[in-house]
């Protein structure tokens, strides 16, 4: 029993820590904010996956509401047959989001990376972050830990197999999400500062 309350810890401290941090996309409460930060979820035969699509949508719509100004794609290109942050790009310019307003991080390998370098890469202060719901708490808590002020759109799926895998897979992840916030250690890749949020958003004004 203390090892099943052990193990709940993480989680626990995710949910109460992210309480006030979550808005649904369409919610007329979304806060505004600069950029919104879309994790990776995986391409299918060079497209994004149907979750990764369902978070870009939801980056295109709180871009075409003026909810923010500016989309920072995060995701992984460690191998040159597997680009998520391009295809991410191309998926938002095919609906409309102009590609000066898009921003990609292509060393976004986990969550924790994709929020510190968010930080200390690409200069993102306040933030909207985008994933599904069984993720969105986890990437509010360690963004916030790495210094964003962020507010999470969960993006809502049917209980399939694939959310209930998510959400189990969410357990493990919560105790080094835990560890990740309270260390803080250096993104696998954490490269030189780069100005394309910053240039992005004055394209916009």
């Not at 808005?23 to 007329?28: D, L, S």
Request: aromatic share 8%; hydrophobic share 45%; with cysteine.
């Amino acid at each position: 029993m203390l090892l099943c309350v052990l193990g709940l810890l993480p989680a626990t401290w995710l949910r109460l820590s992210t309480a006030d941090r979550l808005v649904p996309a369409g919610a007329a409460s979304v806060p505004s904010a600069p950029v919104a930060l879309v994790f990776g979820a995986g391409l299918w035969d060079g497209e994004p996956s149907p979750y990764l699509a369902h978070r870009l949508d939801a980056a295109v719509e709180l871009y075409e509401r003026g909810t923010v100004r500016a989309v920072l794609v995060s995701g992984d290109n460690s191998r040159h047959d597997y680009d998520e942050p391009d295809a991410m790009r191309a998926y938002l310019a095919a609906r409309g989001v102009p590609k000066k307003r898009i921003v990609a991080d292509y060393a976004g390998f986990d969550t924790w990376d994709s929020c510190a370098r968010a930080a200390r890469v690409f200069g993102v202060r306040r933030a909207l972050l985008v994933s599904q719901d069984f993720h969105i708490r986890r990437a509010a808590a360690l963004c916030e830990a790495a210094g964003i002020d962020a507010y999470g759109v969960p993006v809502p799926e049917p209980r399939d197999a694939t959310w209930f895998f998510g959400g189990v897979r969410e357990l493990p992840s919560a105790a080094k999400a835990a560890l990740d916030a309270t260390f803080t250690p250096d993104p696998h890749f954490l490269g030189p500062r780069e100005r394309g949020v910053q240039r992005a958003l004055a394209s916009a004004e």
